[in-house]
């Protein structure tokens, strides 16, 4: 097996276990703060913690990414990868030892300070793999992470009844731990740190304007944002829509549930189909079409009149999300002065968990205004802007130069 296969193997399992790992207590979060080592009874304040805890660590992902990404740049993409793997597995497994909810929301930080796998692992592939397969990979790549988000919570939800809360985070910092180790055995990486260091050392701001230098990469954070933003804004309201539309509370969370990770199913299998057209057609343009696909997907989200027709909707939408953030991470890594991947790939993670922490917060004070359905139509607004500022930037650019 070529070299570039094989990383992008091992870090596909890696993208499914970090991802797994960060969601996986979602489903037992609040029974946890009720446990008997940490105690908590009053229910508006277990509410507020869980929320405060959950959030915590996007929090400080968001302010450090661009520090691991300067560091990627002059030590290398695998060293980053494995601090972070090694990291996020000794936080995780101190988390089964928290006896407050202190402790949890430290750790929650913590682990967001020292987080970076992905943006690491981003940066690595676009690095090995050839730029005639680079959409396929980002793709494939993107599922793992994906397939990680939609499974985590149900694995968590099974394993907290079968084996209790705190197991749960000894086990899954073994496996962060295990597959930290198959990374450092398998993957390899061409990186000159002596070259490297020739290069001027940049700081974090300066850098970050550097890139500015190129209208390009700020479509393409723009649309990491506004997918994150437009995406998980929603999430918090889908139980309250879903009893709307249903009209009973029999199977209320199963329905809940399943129509939260439609898209996510749907993009799961989408993103590798997508990401190998758009090495044939050019990732501009799989990204455009991506943009107003997911756009129009919004509105009869509005409009549903049934479960069935929401989850439908969240299914085809699934579909053209599938093509955004590959086309991304292709494009960001087209357009990144050689030697700033690794910046680039972290300044894209700090926009993600940007719109993760933003989206939800907005999405409420939205929905008070306009209704559950207004959310969807305001995100609806914003996938056709960002899709106008792309053609913009990216393919009428790319058409003045080509006839030039």
């Given at each position: 097996m070529e070299q570039w296969k094989k990383n992008l193997a091992v870090l596909w399992i890696g993208q499914f276990l970090v991802m797994g790992g960060m969601t996986m207590i979602i489903p037992f979060m609040s029974l946890y703060l009720q446990s008997d080592r940490i105690g908590l009874t009053n229910q508006h304040e277990i509410a507020t913690w869980a929320g405060i805890i959950f959030a915590g660590n996007f929090v400080t992902a968001f302010l450090f990414q661009p520090l691991w990404g300067k560091l990627s740049d002059q030590y290398g993409r695998k060293m980053m990868l494995l601090r972070s793997g090694f990291g996020m597995a000794i936080v995780m497994i101190l988390m089964g030892f928290a006896t407050s909810p202190w402790h949890l929301l430290l750790l929650r930080m913590v682990n967001g300070t020292i987080s970076g796998f992905n943006p690491a692992a981003v940066s690595l592939i676009s690095a090995s793999t050839p730029k005639e397969r680079m959409g396929f990979a980002m793709g494939t790549l993107q599922s793992g992470g994906i397939a990680g988000t939609i499974l985590g919570?149900?694995?968590?939800?099974?394993?907290?009844d079968a084996i209790g809360y705190r197991p749960i985070f000894y086990l899954t910092g073994a496996l962060l731990?295990?597959?930290?180790?198959l990374a450092f055995f398998i993957v390899r990486e061409r990186f000159d740190r002596a070259q490297a260091a020739k290069g001027p050392n940049v700081s974090i701001i300066a850098g970050f304007r550097q890139l500015g230098r190129v209208p390009q990469l700020y479509s393409l954070f723009a649309v990491t944002f506004l997918l994150q933003f437009a995406m998980i804004g929603p999430m918090p309201l889908m139980p309250l829509y879903v009893?709307?539309?249903h009209g009973t509370s029999v199977n209320l969370a199963f329905w809940a549930g399943f129509v939260g990770s439609a898209a996510g199913l749907s993009n799961m299998v989408a993103a590798p189909m997508l990401?190998?057209?758009s090495d044939r057609i050019g990732q501009e343009r799989v990204l455009g079409i991506s943009l107003i696909g997911a756009a129009l997907m919004f509105i009869p989200q509005a409009m549903a009149g049934t479960v069935w027709q929401l989850l439908l909707f969240r299914l085809l939408q699934g579909i053209f999300l599938g093509g955004l953030i590959p086309s991304v991470n292709a494009l960001v890594r087209r357009f990144t002065p050689d030697g700033m991947e690794g910046r680039a790939f972290s300044?894209?993670?700090?926009?993600?968990?940007l719109g993760n922490m933003i989206g939800p917060i907005v999405g409420g004070l939205v929905s008070g205004w306009t209704g559950i359905g207004g959310v969807f139509l305001i995100s609806s607004g914003l996938f056709i802007l960002n899709a106008l500022w792309v053609r913009k930037t990216l393919v009428v650019k790319q058409t003045i130069k080509g006839a030039s």
């Amino acid at each position: 097996m070529e070299q570039w296969k094989k990383n992008l193997a091992v870090l596909w399992i890696g993208q499914f276990l970090v991802m797994g790992g960060m969601t996986m207590i979602i489903p037992f979060m609040s029974l946890y703060l009720q446990s008997d080592r940490i105690g908590l009874t009053n229910q508006h304040e277990i509410a507020t913690w869980a929320g405060i805890i959950f959030a915590g660590n996007f929090v400080t992902a968001f302010l450090f990414q661009p520090l691991w990404g300067k560091l990627s740049d002059q030590y290398g993409r695998k060293m980053m990868l494995l601090r972070s793997g090694f990291g996020m597995a000794i936080v995780m497994i101190l988390m089964g030892f928290a006896t407050s909810p202190w402790h949890l929301l430290l750790l929650r930080m913590v682990n967001g300070t020292i987080s970076g796998f992905n943006p690491a692992a981003v940066s690595l592939i676009s690095a090995s793999t050839p730029k005639e397969r680079m959409g396929f990979a980002m793709g494939t790549l993107q599922s793992g992470g994906i397939a990680g988000t939609i499974l985590g919570p149900f694995i968590g939800g099974l394993l907290a009844d079968a084996i209790g809360y705190r197991p749960i985070f000894y086990l899954t910092g073994a496996l962060l731990f295990a597959a930290s180790l198959l990374a450092f055995f398998i993957v390899r990486e061409r990186f000159d740190r002596a070259q490297a260091a020739k290069g001027p050392n940049v700081s974090i701001i300066a850098g970050f304007r550097q890139l500015g230098r190129v209208p390009q990469l700020y479509s393409l954070f723009a649309v990491t944002f506004l997918l994150q933003f437009a995406m998980i804004g929603p999430m918090p309201l889908m139980p309250l829509y879903v009893q709307q539309l249903h009209g009973t509370s029999v199977n209320l969370a199963f329905w809940a549930g399943f129509v939260g990770s439609a898209a996510g199913l749907s993009n799961m299998v989408a993103a590798p189909m997508l990401g190998r057209l758009s090495d044939r057609i050019g990732q501009e343009r799989v990204l455009g079409i991506s943009l107003i696909g997911a756009a129009l997907m919004f509105i009869p989200q509005a409009m549903a009149g049934t479960v069935w027709q929401l989850l439908l909707f969240r299914l085809l939408q699934g579909i053209f999300l599938g093509g955004l953030i590959p086309s991304v991470n292709a494009l960001v890594r087209r357009f990144t002065p050689d030697g700033m991947e690794g910046r680039a790939f972290s300044f894209n993670s700090s926009m993600l968990a940007l719109g993760n922490m933003i989206g939800p917060i907005v999405g409420g004070l939205v929905s008070g205004w306009t209704g559950i359905g207004g959310v969807f139509l305001i995100s609806s607004g914003l996938f056709i802007l960002n899709a106008l500022w792309v053609r913009k930037t990216l393919v009428v650019k790319q058409t003045i130069k080509g006839a030039s």
